[in-house]
Antibody, heavy 118, light 108 residues
């Protein structure tokens, strides 16, 4: 059973770049689509985008101009960069594995709270 | 973008009662692309139902999903205290992938 673990700073200043990493264990990153989903405190879920193990990516149009995702195959991890953050980007950020046959997320990280504040 | 509207916002029921949660899409969604998740307080979401009606591994059979087109339903046939959670529907018929706003299920 694949396990996911998010890591990165819990506090980012406005206008700076939010950078998170998701480490994949008990499985290989050389398959599947790897996703980021976020959840502002007390609110619902928002899809940020996905990156394929090949490196191809697709982002939510609402964030596309500020987002970059990448895969680090040797280290079995993938990353999220979100530029020019504001307080509206304060959220719990989840990484998640997409199950292609089920069209669903079958594995989630525990989530990491990132606060944007000066 | 396909907008998913979930109702009611909050459902408060007694143990053993039947819970009916609705997810309505702004345009038609393929049944194979409609998913339900359960999120308990302080936890990540957990896959509950995929393909509109298929239970994920570990999902109790009191949970069932039905629907097609623009109207989908998640039913909990007999509410248990451990079912207290927020339930989200999600679609992947077209990008961007979207989630509904969630239905919070409480125990009276």
């Amino acid at each position: 059973q694949v396990q996911l673990q998010e890591s990165g700073p819990g506090l980012v200043k406005p206008s700076e770049t939010l950078s998170l990493t998701c480490t994949v264990s008990a499985g290989s990153i050389n398959s599947y689509y790897w996703n980021w989903v976020r959840q502002p405190p007390g609110k619902g879920l928002e899809w940020i985008g996905y990156v394929h193990h090949s490196g191809s990516a697709n982002y939510n149009p609402s964030l596309k101009s500020r987002v970059t995702m990448s895969v680090d195959t040797p280290k079995n991890r993938f990353s999220l960069n979100l530029r020019s953050v504001t307080t509206a980007d304060t959220a719990v950020y989840y990484c998640a594995k997409w199950h292609e046959s089920w069209n669903a997320y079958d594995c989630w990280g525990q989530g990491i709270l990132v606060t944007v504040s000066s | 973008e396909i907008v998913l509207t979930q109702s009611p916002g909050t459902l408060s029921l007694s143990p053993g009662e039947r819970a009916t949660l609705s997810c309505r899409a702004s345009q038609s969604v393929s049944s194979s692309h409609l998913t339900w998740y359960q999120q308990k307080p302080g936890q990540a979401p957990r896959l509950l139902i995929y393909g509109a009606s298929s239970r994920a591994t570990g999902t109790p059979d009191r949970f069932s999903g039905t629907g097609s087109g623009t109207d989908f339903t998640l039913t909990i046939s007999g509410l248990e205290p451990e079912d207290v959670a927020v339930y989200y529907c999600q679609q992947y018929s077209s990008l961007p992938l979207t989630f509904g706003g969630g239905t919070k299920v409480e125990i009276k």
